[in-house]
């Protein structure tokens, strides 16, 4: 089978059906399997929450495409990092990077808490204070981070977090829903595991809530399967189909995704109406030269600060093209102000100490002409003009 990533978009995995020959494989829309007699199952499925044979489909694509053993779907991205952080017990510590997406600091302060499993945050770009803290609390088994981070798009150095993480016992999580495995592959830098929202680029058309976990080593892979099936918040056959179909067409849509984020980024710079602009691809952009070399490409989310001479709703309110929305990594732009939506669920006084203002936008630049999505931006812009 070639290698080529392109390629394995559409051919990876199973990707025909093996009775029928169809090229899409079918919707096994299904809950239960005959048996052919005791203990014996027709092709080893049972009860559709164990397996199903149209989402081991979509988890054998998602594991070659990351490059680990094996792979799993969940009813969205939370669901795939609550069952991977139910493979860490009481008395174990996360140590999460300062801007991973307002959910999983949620599931952490507000349910692990409660089960005896801690977090502590911290800025995984300074691989000092990291190691510092790993050498000095052995309570910390797990670290989980982003890059680039949301929504500041701060970058972190994989390879070197992991290998650090390694040196103590610690198991890397990386939630690489920002890149997908098209621009990043976070298990081939020294990662443990990789969670996905599938929801975002991978599914790429804002239809199907969906989350992923790779594993890169056998045990692991053994108990995540148990845990996916005792906790039971599997994908559904119907969104499983949906998600492969969004990514036959990944490679074509994040080439178009990074060529109309770094116009809009461009454009962001010069408008007078950003006081800063925070994209990847920019080469003054903090962790630039790192990001080059664990990524091949800037993605297609950019963020910046609404200059004082605007109002925020009335830019909001003015958008056309593009939707002001939560999520990201559709084709359609989107446009979300993170401290009210996706980073709410983080208090105020640790919002402000990381970065995240009242006055910051991040924009899910979409595949539309980039030419109309700078002209949304421009108009909502003067419509916002205080
Ligand atoms: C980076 C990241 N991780 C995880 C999640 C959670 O995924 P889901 O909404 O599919 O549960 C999100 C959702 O916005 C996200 O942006």
Avoid at 139 to 165: F, M, Q, R, W
Avoid at 344 to 359: H, L, T, V
Wanted: glycine share 8%; proline share 3%.
């Amino acid at each position: 089978m070639a290698k080529n990533i392109n390629t394995l978009l559409i051919h990876g995995g199973i990707s025909e059906d093996e009775t029928t020959g169809a090229v899409s494989i079918p919707i096994y829309q299904a809950t239960t399997f005959r048996q052919t007699e005791l203990g014996k199952t027709k092709a080893g499925y049972e009860y559709g929450r164990a397996g199903n044979p149209t989402r081991q489909a979509l988890e054998a694509l998602i594991a070659e495409l990351e490059e680990g053993i094996e792979g799993f779907a969940f009813a969205s991205g939370l669901a795939a990092l609550t069952t991977v952080i139910m493979l860490f017990k009481s008395g174990d510590k996360f140590l999460i990077s300062q801007n991973v997406y307002g959910g999983t600091f949620r599931i952490l302060d507000k349910i692990f808490k409660n089960f005896g499993v801690s977090y502590e945050i911290t800025d995984t770009t300074d691989l000092k204070v990291f190691e510092k803290k790993l050498k000095e609390d052995k309570s910390i088994k797990g670290t989980i981070i982003e890059t680039p981070a949301n929504p500041l798009l701060t970058i972190t150095d994989i390879k070197a977090v992991a290998e650090i993480a390694k040196k103590y016992g610690v198991t890397t999580i990386v939630d690489n829903t920002f890149m997908t495995p098209y621009l990043q592959k976070p298990l081939l830098l020294g990662a443990d595991i990789v969670v996905h929202s599938a929801t975002k680029y991978l599914g790429g058309h804002s239809d199907v809530i969906a989350g992923l976990a790779v594993i890169k080593d056998k045990d692991t892979a053994e108990r995540l399967k148990f845990f996916q099936n005792a906790a039971g918040s599997i994908l559904e056959p119907f969104d499983s189909w949906l998600l492969m179909r969004g990514i036959k067409t990944l490679g074509v849509r994040i080439d178009r995704h990074i060529e109309n984020a770094q116009y809009v980024a461009d454009f962001l710079k010069n408008s007078g109406s950003a006081q800063k602009v925070f994209y990847p691809g920019f080469k003054d952009s903090q962790g630039y030269e790192i990001h080059n070399r664990q990524a091949s490409g800037a993605g297609g989310m950019v963020s910046f600060l609404l200059s004082k001479e605007h109002s925020l709703n009335d830019f909001v309110k003015n958008l056309k093209t593009a939707a002001f929305a939560e999520s990201l990594g559709g084709v359609e732009s989107l446009v979300c102000h993170p401290a009210s939506m996706t980073h709410a669920s983080i208090p105020k006084e640790i919002r402000d100490k990381i970065g995240i203002s009242d006055n910051l936008i991040r924009v899910s630049v979409g595949i539309e002409d980039k030419k109309d999505i700078v002209e949304d931006l421009k108009q909502a812009f003067l419509k916002s003009k205080i």
